[in-house]
């Protein structure tokens, strides 16, 4: 899971590298059709202005930075998270192991008692 600052920076970052790819200087060995790619996708790719406001109204989406202390706490919410989920997993293949050993479709099959 993405905290928000880490999608920020991500955007960034792409941002950058798409802006590279478009300049010759930078990156030479690019294809003229790569650049032009580049240059369509950034053509109304989000902005530095795009961001603050998407902050402003989603932070729970975008955040240029986290207070420390709560994205701490984010992410043992996350890490929790993600433990519950492997761990229901776990439980739903136990499950579907049992159903197969039982069978109910067998009709010789008779509960043990």
Aim: with cysteine; charged share 30%; glycine share 4%.
């Amino acid at each position: 899971m993405t905290l928000p600052d880490e999608r920020y920076r991500s955007i960034m970052q792409a941002r950058r590298l798409l802006q590279e790819l478009c300049d010759p200087k930078l990156t030479p060995r690019v294809a003229a059709g790569i650049r032009d790619r580049a240059r369509g996708a950034l053509r109304h790719y989000p902005g530095e202005f795009d961001l603050q406001q998407l902050e402003q109204f989603a932070p729970h989406i975008v955040q240029q930075r986290m207070e420390p202390l709560y994205k701490m706490i984010k992410q043992h919410e996350m890490a929790d998270s993600v433990s519950k989920d492997y761990a229901a997993e776990g439980m739903i293949k136990q499950h579907d192991s049992a159903a197969k050993k039982i069978n109910l479709d067998d009709p010789n099959w008779e509960p043990n008692l």
